[in-house]
């Protein structure tokens, strides 16, 4: 399973996003993201020049709350050069947007709201936003499980294996905090999952101290 590091705090790019990135050369992550708020587009920029230049996958997340700020996010992402969009519902406008070699799209399935985002909707909803967004051409899809408000997580990431079928890229987004919770969401069909916040704060791995000992604990868990 592919562990995506969020250079994010409290769904916020942290200021300090280049140095940190900086700090962990050499450490073999392969997927490196960061939210669409936080720091200015120029710092983002420049950060998806690091990461790309180091053979790494590039990830934004969109989080803008309204219509319009996240048509803007979806606009102004395919600019930074990302590898893959994350968040959002507005398919549409993103595969219109992303197109020509552009970014892969992997929307919000269910009912996210507010910020940090909390995700509502049941199972039925979830597989059936996945199922859409799979025959409008995304490749898979960015589920915020933990942060469900009416269902069990779990129960959400089966029903996005079931909706995106055998072979498209589940990613499993928020509140990893745990080697267990990477094993459940692995069992139940998840192929990727994002830490930001529990690295930051230092607690994945009690005890262990800064990022990179942090990022480490985590690589450590993938591979047991």
């Known amino acids: 399973m592919d562990f995506i590091f969020m250079l994010t705090h409290h769904d916020k790019t942290v200021q300090d996003c280049l140095d940190v990135y900086d700090s962990l050369s050499g450490l073999g992550l392969k997927h490196v993201g960061f939210k669409d708020v936080g720091v200015d587009r120029a710092t983002l920029r420049e950060l998806t020049r690091r990461i790309k230049a180091d053979k790494c996958i590039a990830y934004i997340e969109v989080v803008s709350q309204t219509p319009e700020t996240i048509r803007q996010s979806i606009k102004s992402s395919a600019e930074l050069g990302v590898d893959r969009v994350l968040g959002g519902q507005d398919i549409r406008l993103a595969m219109e ?3 020509d070699g552009a970014p892969a799209y992997y929307p919000f399935p269910g009912r996210p709201v507010g910020h940090p985002t909390k995700l509502g909707g049941t199972a039925s ?58 094993k459940a969401v692995a069992a139940a069909g998840a192929n990727a999952f994002t830490i930001g916040s529990a690295v930051f704060e230092e607690a994945f791995a009690q005890g262990v101290k800064g990022v990179r000992d942090q990022c480490k604990a985590v690589l450590r868990a993938v591979g047991a």
Do not use: N
Not at 148 to 158: F, G, S
Not at 170 to 181: C, E, F, M
């Open 97 to 99: 947007t992303f197109k």
């Open 125 to 182: 909803d979830v597989e059936a936003d996945c199922r859409k967004a799979v025959a409008s051409g995304c490749p898979g899809v960015d589920l915020l499980a933990y942060r469900a408000t009416h269902a069990d997580p779990l129960d959400l990431v089966r029903a996005a294996r079931r909706g995106v079928g055998h072979s498209g890229y589940l990613i499993v987004a928020g509140s990893i905090d745990s080697p267990q919770r990477i």
